[in-house]
């Protein structure tokens, strides 16, 4: 099974600064397979990245993904105030799927 | 709009069983696989196994194989999911999920969850 660890588990940021999640894999995830999903309070997740850099459909161009094999990153350029939530990220290159523990993105 | 829509929120005793449901519409329900997942609270998701909506061929989490079963029924749009054996650490929200092309891919669109609550 593929190990996802996220750090850090929390970053305290304000609108407008600019936010580097980290997602590093326990064995190299081939063809770059992992994605990355947000997810607010009450809500499910929902996709913003896939091909660890492709974005999803109507997904802001202030998120970028960036990786390959082992270390994969998730960067929001300018935090607006609907971008604090928890993003997670998924491997889908093995078989079980699976998601790391979360980074949660809060206003400082 | 293309929409998964879920089944309500449940409480089980353990030991028993539950049974989510999960409607698709606005797309062609044969072409993709539907996954499911689940969230305990507080917690991250995790991946139970899918389905393929066409062929009803199935593969399962180890973690969860011989306690739950992923059927559809492809008249009324429909797939379910049915976990069996419950325990309390089952408390939690149960998430449909699709896959377009292969299911081992990208969760294109969610469920709205299912609240699942084991108490005695």
């Known amino acids: 099974e593929i190990v996802l660890t996220q750090s850090p588990a929390t970053l305290s940021l304000s609108p407008g600064e600019r936010a580097t999640l980290s997602c590093r894999a326990s064995?190299?995830?081939?063809?770059?397979?992992l994605s990355w999903y947000q997810q607010k309070p009450g809500q499910a997740p929902r996709l913003l990245i896939y091909?660890?850099?492709t974005r999803a459909t109507g997904i802001p161009d202030r998120f970028s993904g960036s990786g390959s094999g082992t270390d994969f990153t998730l960067t929001i350029s300018r935090l607006e105030p609907e971008d604090f939530a928890v993003y997670y990220c998924q491997q889908y290159g093995n078989l079980p799927l699976t998601f790391g523990g979360g980074t949660k993105v809060e206003i400082k | 709009q293309v929409q998964l829509v879920q089944s309500g929120a449940e409480v089980k005793k353990p030991g028993a069983s539950v049974r989510v449901s999960c409607e698709a519409s606005?797309?062609?329900?044969?072409?993709?696989?539907m996954h499911w997942l689940r969230q305990a609270p507080g917690q991250g998701l995790e991946w139970m196994g899918w389905i393929n909506v066409n062929s009803g061929g199935t593969n399962y989490s180890q973690k969860f194989q011989g306690r739950v079963t992923v059927t559809r029924d492809t008249s009324i749009s429909t797939a379910y999911m049915e976990l069996s054996s419950l325990r309390f650490d089952d408390t939690a929200i149960y998430y449909c999920?699709?896959?377009?092309?292969?299911?081992?891919?990208?969760?294109?669109?969610w469920g709205q969850g299912t609240l699942v609550t084991v108490s005695s």
């Open positions: 064995q190299s995830i081939s063809s770059s397979q």
């Open positions: 999920a699709m896959t377009s092309v292969t299911p081992r891919s990208w969760f294109d669109l």
């Open positions: 606005g797309h062609t329900f044969s072409a993709y696989y």
């Open positions: 091909g660890a850099s």
